[in-house]
Nanobody, 120 residues
Framework: QVQLVESGGGLVQPGGSLRLSCAAS????????MGWYRQAPGKQRELVAD???????NYADSVKGRFTISRDNAKNMVNLQMDSLKPEDTAVYYC??????????????WGQGTQVTVSS
């Protein structure tokens, strides 16, 4: 199994910044992709940003130009730098990965979630 541990959430004023980090550990043979999703109250979980092993990156339109995702392959970590935060960014943020745990078998894993609140 693969475990994901997130850190870095909290309360910030509009226009402020936060940095989320996620570390993957456990039976990792090869990571395919790492990323961040979020879920606001009453809404579906949505992709924020992800990055694959080839360093191809996807961002939700709502965060382009404000958020930056980065990955440390050696440490199996993914970070999300969030700048110019808006109240509508308030949500629980989940780390996500798809990883091979053997040569031929892969699975999808989720972190426990970290709360990000943007409010004055």
């Amino acid at each position: 199994q693969v475990q994901l541990v997130e850190s870095g959430g909290g309360l910030v004023q509009p226009g402020g910044s936060l940095r989320l980090s996620c570390a993957a550990s456990g039976s990792i043979f090869r990571i395919i992709q790492m990323g961040w999703y979020r879920q606001a109250p009453g809404k579906q979980r949505e992709l924020v940003a992800d990055i694959n092993s080839g360093h191809s990156i996807n961002y939700a339109d709502s965060v382009k130009g404000r958020f930056t995702i980065s990955r440390d392959n050696a440490k199996n970590m993914v970070n999300l730098q969030m700048d110019s935060l808006k109240p509508e960014d308030t949500a629980v943020y989940y780390c996500n990965t798809r990883a091979y745990y053997t040569v031929t078998s892969w699975n999808e894993y989720w972190g426990q979630g970290t709360q990000v609140t943007v409010s004055s």
